[in-house]
């Protein structure tokens, strides 16, 4: 089952790579211009994360997909790496597949030469780690 941080986590690397929200039959569309903000999500991601998950959006779902957010808020879903570009994509528990990735009709992606979208990064527990790898391959 896909967890609210899961989906949340998931909308963020594709608001990265310029996919948007799509809500109301395509009345209205969700693209944070910002969506990291250092070590978390900025508010303007935020922002859109709760017009997202707020019943009177109705269905929202995000662009290239099928799956509405609400659906992947079920027990139904899962969250795993793309084979094609290892971001995160919706698969259901049992059954046939969602039938493409939202990276399909992005142009020139995967692009390894680009930095890859990511999730909030806190420096300090990064760099704890780099020291400690250091230390271990010291000794």
């Known amino acids: ?15 990265q790579l310029g996919k948007k929200v799509i809500t109301g039959n395509g009345e209205a569309s969700f693209l944070p211009q910002s969506v990291l903000d250092g070590d978390r999500y900025s508010q303007e991601f935020e922002e859109c994360w709760q017009k997202i998950i707020s019943p009177k959006s109705g269905d929202c779902y995000l662009e290239g997909t099928h799956e509405t957010i609400a659906e ?10 793309c084979s094609r570009c290892s971001m ?11 039938l493409l990735c939202p990276c399909n009709d992005l142009p020139n992606w995967p692009n390894t030469e680009l930095p890859a979208p990511r999730e909030p990064i806190k420096t ?4 704890q780690i780099i020291r400690d790898r250091l230390v271990k391959n010291i000794t």
């Open 1 to 15: 089952m896909a967890t609210k941080q899961e989906v949340r986590a998931y909308l963020a690397y594709w608001f």
């Open 72 to 81: 992947l808020l079920t027990p139904a879903w899962n969250m795993l790496p």
């Open 88 to 98: 995160p994509v919706a698969a259901r528990n049992v059954g046939m597949p969602a």
């Open 124 to 127: 300090q527990d990064q760099l």
